[in-house]
């Protein structure tokens, strides 16, 4: 279980304190929106609007966004920073957040810059990136690389914007929205295909996020003791979760929202990384008072490595949640990276279910495969032999059947041209799992 005081004191004496507020996308509800944003050296300093997007077609379709009046008689320097602190939050520049994305709709070509700024006055200094188009949305990209481990990139909490740096003789309104932090170097690979769809019967599921299951109220997805940044995205069209820049992820269900899992037999949830060496899961229960540190709470956390850039399902036997004296007040489920505030995951399908009647736990398999990514040859590993195997390619085509081999069984791509293809197993008891193999 975690609350803001003690994350405090355990990041003091092992890491930066990193928790950043982002995407900022300035929609309502999202950040951005309901920041304090100062307007400076802009004449009578017009605040800072949240408004429609005037041209939301092409690169930029929110619907809302930023709007800075650049005033004729302002300073070439006017522009707008967020309140200390309480905004954007307090983190620190590194190689995972350095390059700073912000989209433009402009009526002039002229310089953007970017700054960012600590509550002990030192600044990064503004990056200045002009932008090519008018009228029209454009994103302008901005590399802090090489300011990494200046005293003004630790505990950095304030980002200050000039949409028109530049002399003006009119006033020039310019729009802005979108603004990311992401890795410096080649971007890390994202997932091509939607995690695999889970195939228990609905009676038999509790789920927390799934497209294919009713799922019932969670009360965030973030908690404000969290050090990430969580996303709302889709991955052909199947919601999914995207956190960043993650050290740990807290999310509650607590009060009228506590879970009861006593009926359920295994907790189910896929992540895709492309650079977490260690992932941390903690169920967290809050005992019959239904409240934080009421003396009966109790937790456990479980440790895994997930395969790099594939689809990873855990299926965990909820007995295996040891140190839980209890699983009917679920509360809070975290989520925690290896490396430190720089993981990048997608999550999906987080539930709780049991086995239909008849089923015993041990009777539901999880398989892996490794290694994977792999040139030619996998293999597939379980605690049964699958009764049946079947490949796919990403259009859905049946290419191959395959005899298992026994608890193991090798896979040859050497045929196929190099991609992601589906392996789905079919076990003696009717279970299914589908698992990607990526060839490279």
């Not at 994103?139 to 740096?165: K, M, R, W």
Request: aromatic share 10%.
């Amino acid at each position: 279980m975690k609350n803001l005081l003690s994350i405090l004191l355990v990041l003091v004496s092992v890491s930066p304190i990193f928790s950043q507020n982002g995407p900022i996308t300035f929609e309502d509800g999202g950040f951005g929106n309901l920041w304090t944003w100062t307007v400076f050296e802009n004449d009578i300093q017009p605040p800072l609007e949240m408004v429609s997007n005037p041209n939301p077609t092409g690169l930029n379709v929110s619907n809302k966004v930023a709007k800075f009046t650049a005033m004729q008689n302002g300073m070439a320097w006017a522009g707008c920073e967020t309140q200390h602190g309480s905004d954007i939050g307090t983190f620190s520049l590194s190689a995972s957040n350095c390059v700073v994305k912000i989209m433009v709709y402009k009526p002039i070509i002229s310089n953007v810059g970017i700054k960012f700024a600590t509550n002990a006055g030192a600044s990064t200094g503004e990056i200045l990136v002009a932008n090519t188009l008018i009228n029209q949305w454009e994103e302008l990209t901005f590399d802090f690389s090489a300011v990494i481990g200046l005293p003004a990139t630790t505990n950095v909490d304030q980002i200050i914007v000039y949409p028109d740096f530049a002399a003006r003789n009119t006033d020039h309104i310019c729009y802005f929205d979108n603004i990311k932090f992401q890795t410096q170097g080649p971007p890390l690979a994202e997932p091509l295909t939607a995690a695999p769809d889970p195939t228990f019967p609905a009676q038999n599921v509790i789920s927390m996020f799934s497209n294919p299951y009713t799922n019932v109220a969670v009360d965030t997805w973030q908690t404000p003791w969290s050090q990430g940044t969580l996303t709302d995205m889709q991955i052909n069209g199947n919601d999914t979760k995207l956190y960043t820049n993650l050290n740990f992820v807290g999310i509650e269900t607590t009060g009228s929202n506590i879970l009861d899992v006593s009926g359920m037999s295994h907790f189910y949830f896929n992540v895709w990384t492309a650079n977490m060496t260690s992932l941390k899961v903690k169920l967290v229960d809050f005992g019959a008072d239904l409240s934080y540190a009421g003396g009966d709470d109790s937790e456990h956390e479980l440790t895994f490595t997930p395969t790099l850039e594939n689809w990873n399902t855990y299926n965990i036997p909820l007995t295996n949640f040891t140190s839980l004296n209890s699983n009917q007040h679920i509360a809070q489920l975290i989520f925690s990276s290896v490396p430190v505030a720089e993981g990048v995951v997608y999550v999906d399908n987080v539930l709780f279910h049991t086995t239909a009647a008849g089923i015993s736990n041990q009777e539901l398999s999880s398989f892996t495969i490794f290694p994977n990514p792999s040139k030619n040859d996998f293999t597939l590993k379980g605690n049964e032999k699958p009764k049946e195997l079947q490949l796919f390619d990403q259009t859905g085509r049946l290419l191959q059947s395959i005899i298992p081999q026994g608890i193991e069984t090798n896979i040859c791509l050497s045929t196929l041209v190099d991609g992601i293809y589906y392996l789905t197993i079919e076990t003696e008891k009717g279970v299914k799992e589908r698992k990607s193999l990526i060839k490279n």
